[in-house]
């Protein structure tokens, strides 16, 4: 994949994705990292369409970071 060929605010997300994967030392990176950043910013489209489809956004984020946080970890032994 060449992420050069991505917009700036995708590229964005894809980076800090694999930073929070990392950080959680989740084995790949999934929907959950992705959608955890693109719920960070409140003028994010994301969070505006789901503002406006009348989802509760931090109750919707707070399942995300649950599900998040129960992803299997990397052992370092």
Same mark, same amino acid.
Do not use: C, W
């Given at each position: 994949m060449?992420?050069?060929? +991505?917009?700036?605010?995708?590229?964005e997300v894809?980076?800090?994705?694999?930073?929070?994967?990392?950080?959680n030392?989740?084995?790949e990176?999934?929907?959950?990292?992705?959608?955890?950043?693109?719920?960070?910013?409140?003028?994010?489209?994301?969070?505006?369409?789901l503002v406006?489809?009348?989802?509760e956004v931090?109750? +919707?984020?707070q399942?995300n970071?649950d599900e998040?946080?129960?992803?299997p970890?990397?052992?370092?032994?």
């Amino acid at each position: 994949m060449d992420i050069s060929n +991505f917009t700036d605010k995708a590229r964005e997300v894809l980076t800090g994705s694999s930073t929070l994967a990392i950080q959680n030392q989740n084995v790949e990176i999934t929907s959950y990292h992705l959608v955890n950043l693109m719920l960070e910013k409140k003028d994010n489209l994301i969070y505006q369409l789901l503002v406006k489809m009348d989802v509760e956004v931090e109750r +919707f984020k707070q399942l995300n970071l649950d599900e998040l946080n129960a992803l299997p970890q990397v052992n370092r032994n």
